[in-house]
């Protein structure tokens, strides 16, 4: 079906304009995620990189820029999007952009909303006349979230699923195929219960590890069967605690 151009923010400058901490490696880890979803849905996903060889822009039938936000005030928190309202697919683009804010926000991102082109970055972002020459009907530069604000980041970095998933309803909306069903929203979990759950699969999981590689005996052997018995009796505590029928 369509043609997506996926731009990493950023990837792989050292140097220059290099994006906000953790915001290149967020923007990778974010296509991996995406690529075989877009895929599935019927879609080819191209990966774009900051500064493309030669200038050269793909041909493409929609466009993303990927990017996280970042600011000295870690209050900050909020995503944002941007097009450019000087090109003939203005109107379009801001169709796009308006629908991927509501699939972002409906799959459970808890930042708020910041003004569409807020920043004179977001209006004019450079790859976004390039990519609209290269046949992109809808083109925009999105801004996630701050992941210099603790709570957006966390969710962000917890939910990489969750956001190329609502990216892929997004694409589906506009250009046709199978978008991915929402993800069930675990955020209602606290986060002791998390870090504690985390903590007990790590356990076992290095515990297995350690079977498979014959470095074994029966006393591990039996460290494994104590720690699944524990995770069954806490994971009985967290379903007492959501109210799930057992």
Not at 45 to 55: C, S
């Amino acid at each position: 079906m369509a043609r997506i151009g996926c731009q990493l923010g950023h990837v792989p400058r050292k140097t220059g304009i290099t994006g906000t901490g953790g915001e290149q490696e967020y923007v990778q880890r974010l296509f991996t995620a995406l690529e075989p979803k877009l895929k599935a849905a019927g879609h080819t996903p191209i990966k774009i990189l900051a500064d493309p060889e030669d200038g050269v822009y793909p041909a493409m039938d929609a466009f993303f820029a990927f990017h996280c936000d970042g600011n000295d005030n870690h209050s900050a928190r909020g995503c944002s999007f941007g097009f450019r309202t000087d090109l003939p697919n203005a109107t379009a683009s801001k169709a796009f952009g308006d629908r991927w804010r509501f699939e972002h926000a409906a799959a459970g991102y808890p930042g708020g909303n910041r003004p569409t082109n807020n920043t004179d970055d977001l209006a004019h972002y450079y790859a976004l006349r390039p990519a609209t020459n290269k046949g992109a009907k809808r083109a925009i530069c999105i801004e996630f979230g701050f992941l210099t604000n603790k709570d957006d980041n966390d969710w962000l970095i917890a939910n990489v699923g969750a956001v190329a998933d609502a990216l892929v309803r997004t694409v589906v909306a506009f250009f046709g195929g199978t978008a991915p069903p929402p993800q069930e929203d675990l955020s209602i979990v606290d986060k002791q219960t998390r870090e504690f759950l985390d903590a007990q699969f790590k356990t076992v999981h290095e515990d297995f590890v350690t079977v498979l590689r014959g470095k074994t005996h029966k006393g591990n052997l039996d460290n494994i069967v104590n720690i699944v018995t524990q995770l069954q009796n806490d994971m009985k505590l967290v379903k007492q605690k959501l109210n799930i029928p057992s």
